[in-house]
T-cell receptor, first 112, second 112 residues
Framework: AAGVIQSPRHLIKEKRETATLKCYPI?????VYWYQQGPGQDPQFLIS???????DKGSIPDRFSAQQFSDYHSELNMSSLELGDSALYFC???????????FGPGTRLTVL | AQSVSQHNHHVILSEAASLELGCNYS??????LFWYVQYPGQHLQLLLK??????LVKGIKGFEAEFIKSKFSFNLRKPSVQWSDTAEYFC??????????FGTGTRLTVIP
């Protein structure tokens, strides 16, 4: 069965650079969630989208923005990267009316 | 605010030993409960979930969990662990807004 796809899988950036992470949900899933998992920490909710509209916002820094496109894929844009942004970024998707979120493999971002 | 507590940060067991990982949450309303597993270097995978009905739920790979509403608990169990169960285990609670709140995780190491 198709799963959530995230790209790239690994990304290395330097401080103050920008990064864009992409998430392609499971087909027919219309809701996307972004989570950040720092080293040795639990995943923290960043932001979510439903039907291309932001549905909820968590601990997402102002330097980050995200959007969901007409094909339901989502992009997380990160600017002025800091060392502390080094983390695993997970995307999860679900279909409206259901509750289970399915996670992608994550993008490991390293900021040097 | 919602919170999820996982009491054990690191559990070390020998193969064939029984496992119980604790999870407590603080939220007075209706919740959905999940256990996710993260194998080394991999993404989060759903082990099992509870929405309603029988409070004893069975998941993949021989895992089960019991929802005890009066104790706000959702402990994960497995009668006999295997070396391949070595992983990080996350309990998660979902409230009406559909966002997941994760516990800090329990690292399970199974010694052959």
């Amino acid at each position: 069965a198709a799963g959530v796809i995230q790209s790239p899988r690994h990304l290395i950036k330097e401080k103050r650079e920008t990064a864009t992470l992409k998430c392609y949900p499971i087909p027919r899933h219309d809701t996307v969630y972004w989570y950040q998992q720092g080293p040795g920490q639990d995943p923290q909710f960043l932001i979510s989208f439903y039907e291309k509209m932001q549905s909820d916002k968590g601990s997402i820094p102002d330097r980050f923005s995200a959007q969901q496109f007409s094909d339901y894929h989502s992009e997380l844009n990160m600017s002025s990267l800091e060392l502390g942004d080094s983390a695993l970024y997970f995307c999860a998707s679900k279909y409206r009316g259901t509750d289970t979120q399915y996670f992608g493999p994550g993008t490991r971002l390293t900021v040097l | 605010a919602q919170s999820v507590s996982q009491h054990n940060h690191h559990v070390i067991l020998s193969e064939a030993a029984s496992l119980e990982l604790g999870c407590n949450y603080s939220y007075g309303g209706t919740v959905n409960l999940f256990w996710y597993v993260q194998y080394p270097g991999q993404h989060l995978q759903l082990l099992l979930k509870y929405f309603s009905g029988d409070p004893l739920v069975k998941g993949i790979k021989g895992f089960e969990a019991e929802f005890i509403k009066s104790k706000f608990s959702f402990n994960l169990r497995k009668p006999s662990v295997q070396w391949s169960d070595t992983a990080e285990y996350f309990c998660a609670v979902q409230t009406g807004a559909n966002n997941l709140f994760f516990g800090t995780g329990t690292r399970l190491t199974v010694i052959p």
